[in-house]
C-alpha cells in the first residue's frame, strides 16, 4: 500500500478528522473538538521547547489542590489548553488536573462535550528539558449538565452538577489521546477504531499521520516503575519485582527505564511492549496517577492497542470516580504484563 503512495502524499490530522467525519465515526462537533486539542498542544509543544529562553522553567510559587507545586508552565499550558477547549464552542465542562472543580464553559455554542486533561504532565521533567505530554478524554454531554449554567443563581449546584457529569467510568469514554514533547511531538489518537499516531512537522506546522492501528506487542521485556519506592510496596509487589530480576519468557532479561513521565513511559511501552507502573504504597494508599485525566485515557488507549489497563486487580475503564482528583494505582502495557503482576496481586 504505502509504496503506491506518491511521496507528496500525505495525511493531516485535519485530513484525517475530516474523513472520520465523512465516515458518520465521529460528529462535526467532536471534530472541531480535536481540532482545538491539537491546536492547543502545538501551542504547548513551542511553549515547552523556547521554556528556558522565555524564562518559563521554575515554579509558579503556587500549589495546587493536589497539594502540588505548580510549574510556571503547568500553568501556563491549562490556560493554552482551556482556551483552545472554550474558544472551540464545542466544550460544555471541562476538568483539569490543575483546576480544583470542572468549570462549565459559558460560551459553548452546541456539542457540549465533555473534555478532562492533565495540560503538562510530567512537568518535574520540564527543567531539564526531558520529555513531557498533554493528556485528554472526551466524554459525551450529561443532562445533568446541560441545564442552563448563565441562568442558574446557585453556584454551587453548578459545580455539583458539573462534578457528577464529570465522574464517568472511563468506559464511557469517546475519544482519548496524548501529546508528547520530545524529539519529535507526537500526537495518539483514539476514537475507539483503533490507535492512530501524528507527527508535528515542524516545516508545515501540522501533525502528519506516521502510524496506524498500532498494536503493542503481546509481552515485552522492559518495564517501568519507580523502584525507589521499594521499600514502600507491601510484599507481593515486591516478589513481582523481585520476578522481574530473573530472565523473561524470551531467557533474556528485562531492561529497566523510567522517566518519570507518564506519557514518555506509556508511549514507549506502545510501541516496544513491556509495563508502566505507579502502584500504591504504604504513604500513598492509591498510587500517584489520576483517574480520570491520566489513567482512563491511557487506558482506552491500550486497549485500542490490545493491551490492558489495571489497577492490579480489575480494569480501570470499569472503575467508576466519585471524585474529580481521584487517585488509583496503574498498570498498563502488554496483556502478558499487566495479567502477570496480577497474578502476582492476587
Ligand atoms: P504530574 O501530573 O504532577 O506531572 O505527576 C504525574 C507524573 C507522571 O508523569 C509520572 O509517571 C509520575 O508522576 C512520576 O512520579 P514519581 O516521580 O513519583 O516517580
Ligand atoms: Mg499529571
Known amino acids: 500500500e504505502a509504496s503506491k503512495k506518491s511521496s507528496y502524499e500525505i495525511t493531516t490530522l485535519t485530513t484525517w478528522l475530516l474523513k472520520q467525519e465523512q465516515a458518520g465515526t465521529i460528529d462535526g462537533e467532536m471534530t472541531i473538538v480535536l481540532a482545538s486539542i491539537s491546536t492547543a498542544c502545538k501551542q ?6 523556547r521554556a528556558p529562553i522565555s524564562n518559563l522553567t521554575g515554579v509558579q510559587g503556587a500549589v495546587n489542590v493536589q497539594g502540588e507545586d505548580q510549574k510556571k508552565l503547568d500553568v501556563v499550558s491549562n ?8 474558544s472551540s464552542g464545542r466544550t460544555g465542562v471541562i476538568a483539569s488536573e490543575e483546576e480544583d472543580v470542572p468549570v462549565a464553559v459559558e460560551e459553548s ?4 462535550y465533555i473534555v478532562v486533561f492533565d495540560p503538562l504532565d510530567g512537568s518535574s521533567n520540564i527543567d531539564a528539558a526531558v520529555s513531557t505530554g498533554s493528556i485528554f478524554g472526551i466524554y459525551s454531554p450529561n443532562d445533568e449538565c446541560l441545564a442552563d449554567i448563565a441562568d442558574d443563581q446557585n453556584l454551587d449546584q453548578v459545580e455539583q452538577r458539573c462534578i457528577v457529569s464529570v465522574c464517568q467510568p ?31 512537522d515542524p ?24 523502584e525507589g519506592n521499594y521499600a514502600l510496596w507491601d510484599d507481593k509487589l515486591k516478589s513481582y519485582m523481585d520476578s522481574l530480576k530473573e530472565p523473561g519468557p524470551s531467557g533474556k532479561p528485562y531492561s529497566a527505564r523510567y522517566i518519570g513521565s507518564l506519557v514518555g513511559d506509556f ?23 489520576r483517574l480520570l485525566y491520566e489513567c ?7 486497549e485500542q492497542a490490545g493491551g490492558k489497563g489495571s489497577d492490579g486487580h480489575q480494569r480501570i475503564l470499569d472503575i467508576m470516580p466519585t471524585e474529580i482528583h481521584q487517585r488509583v494505582p496503574l498498570y498498563i502495557g502488554s496483556v502478558e504484563e499487566v495479567e502477570k503482576v496480577e497474578k502476582f496481586l492476587a
Request: with cysteine; glycine share 10%; net charge positive.
Open 296 to 302: 482512563a485515557p491511557m487506558s482506552f488507549i491500550v
Open 203 to 226: 516545516m508545515y506546522g501540522e501533525f502528519v499521520l506516521t502510524q496506524e492501528k498500532v498494536q503493542i506487542p503481546k509481552a515485552g521485556k522492559i518495564y517501568a516503575f519507580n
Open 44 to 49: 504547548i509543544a513551542s511553549l515547552v521547547q
Open 109 to 112: 455554542y452546541s456539542g457540549n
Open 267 to 289: 508511549h514507549r511501552t506502545l510501541l516496544y511492549g513491556g509495563i508502566y507502573g505507579y502502584p500504591r504504597d504504604q504513604k500513598s494508599k492509591n498510587g500517584k496517577l
Open 79 to 86: 490556560e493554552v489548553f482551556s482556551n483552545c477547549l472554550k
Open 170 to 200: 472511563g468506559s464511557n469514554l469517546l475519544a482519548a489521546g496524548y501529546c508528547m514533547y520530545s524529539s519529535s511531538v507526537i500526537f495518539v489518537l483514539t476514537i475507539g477504531t483503533g490507535v492512530y499516531v501524528f507527527t508535528l
